[in-house]
């Protein structure tokens, strides 16, 4: 894969609104077998050209569809549908106003699997749970979901997490 080629291919990408994609969506874009698009995405990667977020996700860094908020942004591409994930824990609780102090990742609820991903934007924490429908709110400009403080706090004291940052005013929320 040309560098040209694939900057072409990019912008391309990026009319269209998208400014993420995979090492798969890759070699079928390409027709590259997997040994040569893995040593291509990785010098690429090593130029800037794109930034490796996961592995085999990248984004496009030049790509002026990418959100503001590129650390909620890449949510959808660690955990695509079916899973279902949302904002909550100490993010959600800290949003709210309900935590002392400012979370220093972004985690999230997931019906997918478990996991942290350190990204160029930041950490993302995905809990897992067999929770089916949850209390939360669609956040437009995020395309995310988030939930409501006494969802936030369910969970939180679901998966056992630290409750001694939460403020005392939180205790009057009903789960």
């Known amino acids: 894969m040309k560098l040209s080629t694939l900057i072409i291919e990019l912008d ?4 269209l609104g998208i400014y993420a994609f995979t090492a798969a969506t890759m070699r079928r874009i390409f027709c ?3 040994r040569t698009m893995t040593k291509a995405l990785k010098a690429h990667a090593a130029t800037g050209v794109i ?5 085999g996700l990248y984004v496009n ?3 002026r569809s990418l959100p503001a908020d590129r650390l909620a942004a890449m949510v959808p591409w660690l955990r695509p549908p079916p899973d279902f994930s949302w904002l909550s824990l100490e993010s959600a609780l800290s949003e709210a106003g309900l935590i002392s102090q400012l979370p220093s990742r972004l985690t999230l609820m997931t019906t997918g699997r478990s996991g942290v991903f ?3 934007f930041g950490i993302i924490e995905f809990t897992h749970t067999n929770q089916d429908r949850p209390d939360t709110v669609w956040d437009d400009l995020r395309e995310l979901n988030v939930a409501t403080a006494p969802q936030a706090k369910s969970d939180l ?5 630290n409750l001694g940052l939460v ?5 009057d929320i009903e789960t």
């Open 157 to 161: 004291m679901r998966t056992k997490r």
């Open 167 to 171: 403020i005392e005013e939180v205790d």
């Open 51 to 55: 930034q490796r977020v996961a592995r």
């Open 12 to 15: 391309r990408l990026d009319r």
């Open 61 to 63: 860094p030049r790509a």
């Open 118 to 120: 350190d990204t160029p």
């Open 32 to 34: 590259e077998d997997d």
